[in-house]
């Protein structure tokens, strides 16, 4: 595992996605899970508009070939095939002339950012217009103007990938992120990045845990995937949303709505050991799609990881290629194993000699600093894993209470496993 | 209810009880009851001297009609007619000529404020004084001095007052104000006349609890009224004892006893939600009745709200109509009223809908925001009251875990009921 | 008791000790638990070489006689008569010439602190060497040195001192000092003195508790007590382990692995009753003799007492008579009495009218201030005691939530079992 490189081909991969017009449902999500599955041996699942899921059914499948506002002398003032950002995501079909004064009803800008796009979607009220920067709109000169949606709204699918690694246990972490939004560079495709690069660099086996990655389009693509594995909740013990994971910032790690789930303790404890800014924030139901997998019916263990959880170019055409850095895309990768590394080694452990300390000298695992062995960290925590290993303490709970890092606490067990001091509880 | 304009009314209520000569027994009492009841239809309770309560037993009657003391010229150099201060409350009936110096064993001034009489009770010491203005005691000359105080104390009988508001349950809210003040506007008065319009503006019916309204002198007072309703007690779900309301300090709120009952919750997060400066502070066995409902044997969850706690006014003369305003006592009679809110309102509810989210665009819940609908304070109070209704989160539960404030959180919970996304619990 | 007075007798019994040359095993032991007898009628416990105890064997007796090390001209350029420090402890016989290159693998200085002598052990490692200034170390020139340990390692014994002094009850406080340093003041020898003198200045009986007095070598020296006395451990009902309690820095506790047994929390009220500035750390698996006591099989409640945890001289002959002060030992074995006395008086009582505030007035327990009665404190102490003598608050726990300092809280409730308002739960 190198970050810095696999921060390289995490952003080549990003920008290969990006032109993409992806929305809830039709081509562009395909067309994503098609160029992830050179990646990840993704399976896709197409859902039939109409299919109940909970309080929601699948929408219609929306599909744009083109889109423009032409002016009288027939120029595109607003194109497409520049940004597919300039059509209201589900905008139905539309084809007419009209005056200036009616357009402008349609038309959705940011005067506090003159220069970018707005992102707007409109999936349950059937609509159209178009966003584009507010310089532009005040350019437009009065007369008719030619405007052309050329979209299709009508029965079809909703697509969504899936990739399962069994592991030794049939509990399973869950990695979610979603693929519904258009060119944003940040929001979104940072995630499926980090989670498709994941599922490639996930630890060697034997693993304790099976992993499931789900690349699903927000709100209803995770309903829709707790609708048919509704059986198999039962088994998530943990699990991280991804997103917004490329932006220069800390991370930002939003808690699972219990808020002291494994998950949420794990993520806590390895951002204190990376020892970098970053920030631990309560559960909200406002977010991504941990408010379906905590709402609480489900109420699971998942939390949200990112990076800069607010930033100015959201939801605009600024969350661009610039916005987003292959080393924080590395990162953010080696962040995930690390916690993925935790959940893996959180076992309860039992002292085999829990009457005083025993004799660490005799088995070389004292004084041994001077002579290569363990450093004072480790020592360290070989002597917290002896004293807390009652039954009743994990290693994370270890690590909690010690300070301890807990690649620390990881290998003093090894040793202590090793040298028979230990046992698995 | 216009606070500013009940403000006044309370202040010109206040300003008609002050002049009156009150202390734990005797007619001042009664006076003050009778007053009372041009606004609140009071039941008024004469206990007879010698009834025991408790550890205690109710005293003898004291009542005074005049005391002075005059110097040989014939002047009244200290004259209960001009405060009814002087006079330290309970002191036995005396007349006698004496010298300055035995007098001054009899005297009591404050020399750090030297123009301030104190006030000064001697309840169940049989004794008598007088307080004044240390600038007063500093002009006294020797030579003989006559002291005259025509009290009386006698068998009789300790009064309290009482008004009682049937609700749609016999769980009981207990509001309670001591009257055994003599002239003193912020301690006493103010409690005193936030709770008589507290009942007579009592949110109209129907009300969840039933509401109690005490007015009894304070230590003895309360505990008559404990003794003569013990079986009455276990009604008592919340409580607040009333004083110091109308100075222009911010709130402070002494907890129950518990520290975590409802009323000690619903109270700190209705003075959160007004978002002004103010202090929630322990309980203390020191202060005001609390001390007798949160004793050990009873331990209600009652807890006290003042405005200033402490200030330097205090058992002085100085603590007079100037020290209170009537802004200051209208906004405690509106607080009086949130903390009624909270705690009718304070239920539990279950989410109908809780696998993922509802969809909250069809029912007119989403997006309405820039329509006219929710603002997004209360959008987001929707999706809290939605997330945390599981059966185990009262409303206060959730304006407390979400930091939305209560209001929203009723208004969010109104709209969901209405919608059939929820019921009560 | 007079701290003052007695800090100087205990200073003078820490510099009769210091010259003394102690090991884990061997005569210094001995040699110092015989001077102690002067002080505390100390039983001598001998344990054979080879007795196992836990995960550890007893080892052989060390002792020694001489070591030096002489240049060609026959000076001692090391000399162990000047400092018991030079020879590292444990170091086997040695009678060798050899080359200032061989020589110097067995010399150990501290070069940022060129003329302190550091104190080293090989007590499980058979070794030998010397420590010494690193001043000395840049002047020895090259050549051949004799090197000369006159030591013995031999079948033998352990060597530990107990005293029990029994209580009213079998219930026991455990107070351990270790014994195992040479000539080292702070760390050390302070601890040894301030249990000596604890032992000889307990409260006069009745004691509720038994107490126990532990002077063993570190480590081994517990482990075999705890090994010898495993069936009665379950009496152990608080316990400290007293170390670096001469320097002249404040206090500092050291939790127990529980860290809220009441010895916790006694050390805590005392410390903060005493109003100096003082640390609370939590427990942790390294330090002293509290390792032992707090392994997980036994987790007994046990803390450290200490004044300075880490100083610069520590282990190095800087720990010398000039960093221990007699104010500071005397004020040390007052904490120590200040903490029994929390121990003997923290107990449950009933508020035996527990219904309102009881009358104190007629019982002579208020207003007595200004007659010589109760201060403010204990009256305020008083209030505390009655309200939360509900049979679920100890005194500890009414100290630690009034704030009350815990000496008013014990003549309050003296004065309250006294009036009969209180009574023993």
């Known amino acids: 595992m190198n970050p810095p490189l696999l921060g390289q081909e995490m952003w080549a991969l990003l920008a290969d996605l990006y032109p993409i017009c992806r929305s809830i449902t039709g081509d562009g999500v395909r067309a994503t899970l098609r160029r992830l599955q050179a990646h990840v041996p993704l399976t896709i699942h197409e859902v039939p508009t109409g299919t109940s899921v909970f309080d929601w059914s699948v929408p219609k499948e929306w599909n744009i070939r083109d889109a423009y506002v032409k002016d009288s002398r027939g120029t595109r003032v607003i194109d497409f095939r520049e940004s597919n950002l300039h059509v209201i ?241 590395g990162a953010s990768l080696a962040t995930c194993l690390e916690v993925i590394d935790v959940l893996e080694h959180d076992r309860r452990y039992m002292n085999q000699s829990p009457y005083g300390e025993p004799q660490l000298g005799r088995r070389g695992l004292y004084h041994l600093r001077e002579r290569g062995g363990p450093t004072a960290a480790e020592l360290l925590a070989i002597k917290w894993v002896l004293n807390l290993s009652d039954g009743k303490h994990s290693l994370l709970d270890i690590a909690e209470r010690s300070g301890c890092q807990f690649r620390y606490v990881k290998t003093a067990t090894a040793a202590l496993v090793d040298s028979g001091l230990l046992k698995e509880a």
Chains 1, 2, 3 share one sequence.
């Not at 437009?140 to 052309?148: A, T």
């Not at 993520?267 to 997998?293: C, W």
């Open 89 to 329: 995501s589900y905008s139905v079909p539309v084809r007419r002339r009209m005056a200036l004064a009616e357009l402008k009803g349609h038309l959705f800008t940011l005067p506090e950012h003159p220069d970018w796009i707005p992102n707007r979607t409109s999936y349950y009220d059937e609509s159209w217009g178009f966003c584009l920067r507010h310089t532009r709109l005040l350019e437009l000169e009065d007369g008719d103007y030619d405007v052309c949606i050329d979209s299709s709204l009508e029965d079809g699918n909703l697509t969504y990938g899936e990739y399962y690694v069994p592991g030794s246990s049939t509990d399973e972490v869950l990695f979610s992120a979603h693929v519904c939004h258009p060119s944003l560079a940040n929001d979104n495709l940072s995630g499926i990045v980090v989670a498709a690069f994941l599922a490639k660099h996930l630890p060697p086996p034997p693993r304790r845990y099976s992993y499931r990655f789900l690349f699903a389009p927000a709100t209803i693509g995770a309903l829709t995937w707790l609708h048919f594995n509704e059986s198999r909740l039962p088994r998530i013990r943990h699990g991280l949303v991804f997103t917004c994971l490329g932006d220069a910032g800390g991370h930002t790690y939003k808690q699972s709505r219990r808020g002291d789930a494994e998950i949420d303790r794990a993520v806590k404890v390895t951002l204190r050991d990376q020892g970098t800014p970053h920030r631990i924030v309560p559960f909200a139901p406002s977010g991504y799609d941990e408010r379906q997998f905590c709402s609480p019916g489900f109420n699971l263990p998942v939390g949200c990881l990112m990076r800069s959880p607010q930033y100015p170019e959201y939801h605009t055409s600024a969350d661009d290629l610039d916005l987003v850095q292959p080393q924080a895309l």
